[in-house]
């Protein structure tokens, strides 16, 4: 940085240079003060509103068409293709899934970045499909989802039994409060359980209906034509035109006339009651959920991928607040857990700004003013770097707030490097030099560390970029500050026209300070006299055994990178800290009563275990699922993991999807053209990987659907019979689930009126004893059809318009790839029909890889830095002392996620490459004390009395920042404790490196720091 003086130019306007500014610690103070009020009213205002930056991230909606009493196939043919063509003309596309079962398709599609009018186009589609689809369909649900099925909010209403419930609770859930909610920002599909749509049906009388010849397809068309609002077009008076609208509504459904032929071939009106049961109800339950055994409604909303859950949170509490009359129970809110790990951090962040200033004023000895520049140099640069990554568009979540602590360590550094350079000036001329001298060894460090994180800074990896460009922006603060603002201050009595002032004043003050020492003497002396004696030590085995120390930190350096690659990388799962969601499987086909009676017993059994605060249980048919709440005072997730599993559910089999800090769960899918054929593929690869060491379940991500009865027409008798097929499979269709004969609109909205020929048969026999009714006789459905038993498909997979079929594996968290690499070496052998193909989890991989590819980056980034090392000091030599200090650093915790159990992850990446310039800032400082100097017993003595108590310094205030974040409990800042981890162990290991490593080679090779050219550069 040049010096220039203050001057004025032709126009005699005075002209303020950098040089001048040591001289103005007034207005460098005022600058500061400026700064700090920026960005207090910066935080203060904006910090919490900007939700963090996403506009990168992809799109990802979900379609999801239902259509009651058609099964999979079906759903597949008429409405996961249709939707899987329509939405392909969508521009962005990039992969497309689709999952049929009984009733209902979804179609998750992602798209390529994001693009204004998307979800128009989304809905467009949908729409189309849902037109081509018979009355009976219901109108398609868009959200804006991704596959998760775990939700991230659930609630309950009050118990149905204590009859506190409305009849239209149902109604206003689905009609008013689904849609709000899936309407909020971040929000995905909205499942209720427990309650239903109102609808009507309309039973038919048996006898009543036979007697007049009269079946459930006449009083459908006849309800049809006349339960109608019809548009009658405009009349025009004076300037105005007024709509016409024909009202052609039945007041009362139940008194609506039916017209029947009478024996005198004339007709006869019969009210529709006299004709079948009317019934206002609501639809049969998809569902059957329970709160610790009792039976209630439950909420539960599914977040998208890139939702901020915390902010999530606060919307659905203020959307459920319109809604006075229903009240809810919160069971669990994953966007509570992290406001509640967020403000954890945001804690943790003060503790350790405070403890770090305190502790840079307890160990920057001196004068007074390099104590108070010193303790407020921290939380200036955090507060400064917090403003400016709000501007940046990031919010000040428990990652970002992680990474400012974390590099913390970097100001820490800077300050006390400042003072140490600073300590002895005693004009602005000698200010100059030192802050020259002071160049080298800060810029080093700090372009090593914001290099090696630039390939971070631009990854989409959720958490990598938050913590690099947190990480990152503060060392370019702190470097910032320390050439311009703190300089001035730390000069601020060096003038010579105070120079004797300053003399008198410093010897009072070392009289000062001698008197009070001498009175904590005896207090202290036995820890001088052990911190000599192993300084003493420690240097006579640097001496006398300089190759034992380097072969040390080297073999030291083996084993971290054997680490980093026998533990590879992952991606870092955090699980909810109070709360485990399970998934449980039964026959397939078994009745909703049923599984919900196991549930119960389930359920029950849970709530009576140690730190159980509730249990949710959701019923369906053939599977369900439980939500355990917990204390986690009282116990943890992994000890509710292991307990759900192993209290047995009648009939049933426990799964936990989700993934945790201790286990991760892998799918492995097999795609082709037939569904039969995948399943059978995946249930033997299933089979061979169960046997694999490293694998503790096996869980197939298919079954079997219900037993069916296949009816099949004798088409030569429905001829004979004057019956036609479609006839007949309407009228069955009728008899058994009574389908939407129309929608109904009256003064609350629409209502689905369901029409059924008669009581819902029981059994096989009773289906075959439908009554069919054409222009002859009344017959049987035995008459024109046999009948076999089969087995419908519970659910049809399809990603990228091919069929899957996919199983899991769960296994101890580790490197994706070893998985792959086992998985795939059993099924090497697995034979596979033209067409067909096996993927290991594409997800985790790609995230692994992701990871990966920063090795090389970083070992790219330390070369750059070599060189930019090399043209500072004219010497190659010189920057590998300094870089030697790296491997040796990084191995210290990367030895500690080993023993941890912890894979390298990408907020552990950013730490990594944090603590690497840590580490060559210290390697610089002990490098610059040896320079040019020759090494015996004396001199090194004196390098070690004056550089180590810098060293530790920097080293314990570093510590001192990450401390905080290593006691925050909840399971929701794993991330955050790895990173504090790797922080702080990695320091610590840097700061024994530099100053054992660094004179070990001096000593082994004495010409290595000797440079020519380097005090000329840096004048």
Same mark, same amino acid.
């Given at each position: 940085?040049?010096?220039?003086?203050k001057?004025?130019?032709q126009?005699g306007?005075?002209?303020?240079?950098?040089?001048s500014?040591l001289?103005?610690?007034?207005?460098?103070?005022?600058?500061i003060?400026?700064?700090?009020?920026?960005?207090?009213?910066?935080?203060?205002?904006?910090?919490?509103?900007?939700?963090?930056?996403?506009?990168?991230?992809?799109e990802?909606?979900?379609?999801?068409q239902?259509?009651?009493?058609?099964?999979?196939?079906?759903?597949?043919?008429?409405?996961?293709?249709?939707?899987?063509?329509?939405?392909?003309?969508?521009?962005?596309?990039?992969?497309?899934?689709?999952?049929?079962?009984?009733?209902?398709?979804?179609?998750l599609?992602y798209?390529?970045?994001?693009?204004?009018g998307r979800?128009?186009a989304?809905?467009?589609?949908?729409?189309?499909v849902?037109?081509?689809?018979?009355?009976?369909?219901q109108?398609?649900?868009?959200t804006?989802?991704?596959?998760?099925?775990?939700?991230?909010?659930?609630?309950?209403?009050?118990?149905?039994?204590d009859?506190s419930?409305?009849?239209?609770?149902?109604t206003?859930?689905?009609?008013?409060?689904?849609?709000a909610?899936?309407?909020?920002?971040?929000?995905?599909?909205?499942?209720?359980?427990g309650?239903?749509?109102?609808?009507?049906?309309?039973?038919?009388k048996?006898?009543?209906?036979?007697?007049?010849?009269?079946?459930? @397809?006449?009083?459908a068309?006849?309800?049809?034509?006349?339960?109608?609002?019809?548009?009658?077009?405009?009349?025009?008076r004076?300037?105005?035109e007024?709509?016409?609208?024909?009202?052609?509504r039945?007041?009362?459904?139940?008194?609506?006339?039916?017209?029947?032929?009478?024996?005198?071939?004339?007709?006869?009106?019969?009210r529709l009651?006299?004709?079948?049961?009317?019934?206002?109800?609501?639809?049969?339950y998809e569902?059957?959920s329970?709160?610790?055994?009792?039976?209630?409604?439950?909420?539960?909303?599914?977040?998208?991928?890139?939702a901020?859950?915390?902010k999530?949170?606060l919307?659905?509490?203020?959307?459920?607040?319109?809604f006075?009359d229903?009240?809810?129970?919160?069971l669990?809110?994953?966007?509570?857990?992290?406001?509640?790990?967020?403000?954890?951090?945001?804690?943790a962040?003060?503790?350790?700004?405070?403890?770090?200033?305190?502790?840079?004023?307890?160990?920057?000895?001196?004068?007074?003013?390099?104590?108070?520049v010193?303790?407020?140099?921290v939380?200036?640069?955090?507060?400064?770097?917090?403003?400016?990554?709000?501007?940046?568009?990031?919010?000040?979540?428990?990652?970002?707030?992680?990474?400012?602590?974390?590099?913390?360590?970097?100001?820490?550094?800077t300050?006390i490097?400042?003072?140490?350079?600073?300590?002895?000036?005693?004009?602005?001329?000698?200010?100059?030099?030192?802050?020259?001298?002071?160049?080298?060894?800060?810029?080093?460090?700090?372009?090593?560390?914001?290099?090696a994180?630039?390939?971070?800074?631009?990854?989409k990896?959720?958490?990598?970029?938050?913590?690099?460009?947190a990480?990152?922006s503060v060392?370019?603060?702190?470097?910032?500050?320390?050439?311009?603002l703190?300089?001035?201050?730390?000069l601020?009595?060096?003038?010579?026209?105070?120079?004797?002032?300053?003399?008198?004043?410093?010897?009072?003050?070392?009289?000062?300070?001698?008197?009070?020492?001498?009175?904590?003497?005896?207090?202290?002396?036995?820890?001088?006299?052990?911190?000599?004696r192993?300084l003493?030590?420690?240097?006579?085995? $640097?001496?006398?055994?300089?190759?034992?120390?380097?072969?040390?930190?080297?073999?030291?350096s083996?084993?971290?990178?054997?680490?980093?690659?026998?533990?590879?990388?992952?991606?870092?799962?955090e699980?909810?800290?109070?709360?485990?969601?399970?998934?449980?499987e039964?026959?397939?086909?078994?009745?909703?009563?049923?599984?919900?009676?196991?549930?119960?017993?389930?359920?029950n059994?849970?709530?009576?275990?140690?730190?159980?605060k509730?249990?949710?249980t959701?019923a369906?048919?053939?599977?369900?699922?439980?939500?355990v709440?917990?204390d986690?005072?009282?116990?943890?997730?992994?000890?509710? %993991?292991?307990?759900?599993?192993?209290?047995p559910v009648?009939?049933?089999f426990?799964?936990?999807?989700?993934s945790s800090?201790?286990? +991760?769960?892998?799918?492995?899918? $097999?795609?082709?053209?037939?569904? +039969?054929?995948?399943?059978e593929?995946?249930a033997?690869?299933?089979?061979?990987c169960?046997?694999?060491?490293?694998?503790?379940?096996?869980v197939?991500?298919?079954?079997n659907?219900?037993?069916?009865?296949?009816?099949?027409?004798?088409?030569?008798?429905?001829?004979?019979? #004057?019956? @036609?097929?479609?006839?007949?499979?309407?009228?069955v %269709?009728?008899?058994?689930?009574?389908?939407?004969?129309?929608?109904?609109?009256?003064?609350?909205?629409?209502?689905?009126?369901?029409? +059924?020929?008669?009581?819902?048969?029981?059994?096989?026999?009773?289906?075959?004893?439908?009554?069919?009714k054409?222009?002859?006789s009344?017959?049987?459905? @035995?008459?024109?059809?046999?009948?076999?038993s089969t087995?419908?498909?519970?659910?049809?997979?399809?990603?990228?318009r091919?069929r899957?079929a996919?199983?899991?594996?769960?296994?101890?968290a580790?490197?994706?790839?070893?998985?792959?690499?086992?998985v795939?070496?059993?099924?090497s052998?697995?034979?596979l029909?033209?067409g067909?193909?096996?993927e290991?989890?594409?997800?985790?991989?790609?995230?692994?890889e992701?990871v990966?590819?920063?090795?090389y980056h970083?070992?790219?980034?330390?070369l750059?830095?070599?060189? $930019?090392i090399?043209?500072?000091k004219?010497?190659?030599?010189?920057?590998?002392?300094?870089?030697a200090?790296?491997?040796?650093s990084?191995?210290?915790?990367?030895?500690?996620l080993?023993?941890r159990?912890?894979?390298l992850?990408?907020?552990?990446a950013?730490?990594?490459?944090?603590?690497?310039?840590?580490?060559?800032?210290?390697?610089?400082?002990a490098?610059?004390?040896?320079?040019?100097?020759?090494?015996?017993?004396?001199?090194?003595?004196?390098?070690?009395?004056?550089?180590?108590?810098?060293?530790?310094?920097?080293?314990?205030?570093?510590?001192?920042?990450a401390l905080?974040?290593?006691?925050?409990? @909840?399971?929701?800042?794993?991330a955050?404790?790895?990173?504090?981890?790797?922080?702080?162990?990695?320091?610590?290991?840097?700061?024994?490196?530099?100053?054992?490593?660094?004179?070990?080679?001096?000593k082994?090779?004495? #010409?290595?720091?000797?440079?020519? #050219?380097n005090?000329?550069?840096?004048?």
């Amino acid at each position: 940085m040049k010096d220039s003086k203050k001057k004025s130019n032709q126009t005699g306007q005075t002209i303020i240079s950098v040089g001048s500014f040591l001289n103005k610690p007034q207005r460098s103070l005022c600058i500061i003060l400026m700064l700090c009020t920026a960005a207090f009213f910066i935080i203060r205002i904006w910090g919490s509103e900007i939700p963090g930056n996403q506009s990168a991230a992809d799109e990802s909606f979900t379609v999801t068409q239902r259509f009651y009493g058609v099964d999979a196939a079906e759903m597949e043919r008429i409405a996961a293709i249709p939707l899987e063509d329509a939405l392909s003309g969508i521009r962005g596309l990039k992969h497309i899934f689709s999952s049929s079962e009984n009733g209902r398709t979804r179609v998750l599609c992602y798209f390529e970045g994001r693009e204004h009018g998307r979800y128009e186009a989304v809905r467009e589609a949908a729409q189309r499909v849902y037109e081509s689809l018979p009355k009976a369909a219901q109108r398609p649900e868009i959200t804006s989802s991704g596959d998760s099925r775990i939700p991230v909010w659930t609630a309950a209403l009050i118990n149905r039994k204590d009859n506190s419930v409305s009849d239209k609770t149902g109604t206003v859930l689905e009609k008013t409060v689904k849609p709000a909610l899936e309407g909020l920002p971040g929000a995905g599909t909205v499942e209720i359980s427990g309650t239903g749509l109102k609808e009507i049906v309309i039973t038919l009388k048996s006898e009543e209906a036979a007697a007049r010849n009269i079946d459930a @397809s006449d009083i459908a068309a006849v309800l049809v034509q006349n339960d109608i609002l019809l548009p009658g077009g405009t009349v025009r008076r004076s300037d105005l035109e007024i709509p016409v609208m024909v009202d052609g509504r039945i007041k009362d459904i139940r008194r609506a006339l039916i017209p029947v032929r009478n024996s005198g071939d004339g007709v006869d009106y019969v009210r529709l009651e006299d004709l079948a049961v009317v019934t206002e109800q609501e639809r049969d339950y998809e569902s059957r959920s329970r709160l610790d055994g009792k039976e209630t409604v439950i909420v539960a909303l599914m977040g998208s991928e890139k939702a901020d859950l915390g902010k999530l949170s606060l919307q659905i509490k203020e959307e459920l607040a319109k809604f006075p009359d229903l009240e809810f129970t919160i069971l669990s809110d994953r966007g509570e857990a992290e406001r509640d790990a967020r403000s954890s951090a945001l804690k943790a962040a003060f503790q350790g700004t405070c403890m770090v200033a305190l502790l840079c004023a307890l160990l920057c000895f001196g004068r007074r003013i390099f104590s108070l520049v010193c303790s407020l140099t921290v939380p200036l640069t955090f507060f400064i770097t917090a403003a400016l990554l709000i501007l940046f568009g990031f919010s000040l979540d428990k990652l970002v707030l992680a990474g400012l602590s974390a590099g913390v360590g970097a100001a820490v550094d800077t300050a006390i490097l400042s003072a140490e350079f600073f300590r002895s000036c005693k004009t602005i001329e000698e200010g100059k030099n030192a802050r020259k001298a002071l160049c080298f060894p800060l810029v080093s460090g700090i372009l090593t560390t914001v290099i090696a994180l630039l390939p971070l800074m631009v990854q989409k990896t959720s958490g990598m970029n938050s913590v690099a460009w947190a990480v990152a922006s503060v060392n370019i603060v702190t470097m910032v500050l320390a050439m311009t603002l703190l300089p001035p201050l730390f000069l601020w009595d060096c003038s010579s026209k105070i120079k004797h002032i300053y003399e008198h004043t410093a010897r009072f003050r070392r009289t000062n300070i001698i008197s009070r020492v001498r009175v904590l003497l005896p207090a202290i002396s036995p820890f001088f006299r052990c911190y000599r004696r192993n300084l003493v030590v420690l240097m006579q085995l $640097i001496l006398g055994k300089p190759l034992l120390v380097v072969c040390f930190w080297f073999l030291l350096s083996i084993l971290g990178i054997a680490a980093f690659y026998l533990n590879g990388a992952d991606i870092i799962e955090e699980s909810s800290g109070d709360s485990v969601y399970a998934q449980i499987e039964f026959e397939g086909g078994l009745h909703m009563e049923e599984t919900d009676r196991s549930l119960a017993i389930y359920g029950n059994e849970l709530k009576k275990q140690t730190g159980i605060k509730t249990v949710q249980t959701v019923a369906r048919t053939g599977t369900g699922s439980a939500m355990v709440s917990f204390d986690p005072q009282l116990t943890n997730s992994n000890l509710v %993991r292991n307990l759900m599993r192993n209290i047995p559910v009648p009939g049933g089999f426990v799964y936990i999807a989700e993934s945790s800090p201790d286990e +991760r769960n892998w799918k492995i899918k $097999i795609a082709g053209d037939e569904e +039969r054929v995948c399943r059978e593929l995946a249930a033997e690869a299933a089979r061979r990987c169960s046997a694999i060491e490293l694998v503790s379940e096996t869980v197939l991500n298919f079954k079997n659907g219900s037993p069916g009865i296949n009816l099949m027409a004798d088409r030569e008798r429905i001829a004979l019979n #004057g019956f @036609s097929f479609g006839s007949m499979g309407q009228t069955v %269709r009728r008899g058994i689930h009574g389908p939407v004969a129309y929608k109904r609109i009256d003064s609350s909205g629409e209502i689905d009126v369901r029409i +059924r020929g008669g009581q819902t048969p029981k059994s096989r026999e009773e289906v075959l004893e439908i009554l069919l009714k054409e222009n002859s006789s009344p017959l049987v459905i @035995s008459a024109l059809a046999t009948s076999e038993s089969t087995r419908e498909a519970g659910s049809i997979q399809r990603e990228d318009r091919r069929r899957s079929a996919s199983f899991s594996i769960r296994t101890k968290a580790m490197d994706p790839g070893k998985v792959k690499n086992r998985v795939m070496t059993v099924l090497s052998d697995l034979e596979l029909p033209p067409g067909y193909s096996i993927e290991f989890d594409q997800q985790a991989i790609k995230a692994a890889e992701e990871v990966g590819k920063q090795v090389y980056h970083f070992i790219l980034a330390l070369l750059l830095c070599f060189m $930019i090392i090399a043209a500072l000091k004219e010497s190659f030599i010189y920057p590998l002392a300094l870089l030697a200090v790296v491997p040796p650093s990084l191995a210290v915790p990367a030895l500690c996620l080993v023993v941890r159990n912890y894979s390298l992850n990408a907020v552990s990446a950013a730490a990594f490459v944090a603590v690497s310039g840590l580490a060559i800032n210290a390697a610089a400082l002990a490098a610059d004390a040896l320079e040019n100097t020759g090494i015996n017993s004396m001199s090194f003595y004196c390098v070690f009395r004056r550089r180590l108590p810098v060293l530790a310094a920097t080293t314990f205030t570093t510590v001192s920042a990450a401390l905080p974040f290593l006691f925050i409990k @909840s399971n929701s800042a794993l991330a955050v404790k790895t990173l504090s981890l790797v922080s702080a162990m990695g320091v610590t290991a840097s700061a024994l490196c530099a100053v054992t490593l660094i004179p070990a080679l001096v000593k082994l090779f004495p #010409g290595l720091l000797n440079t020519g #050219g380097n005090r000329l550069l840096l004048r």
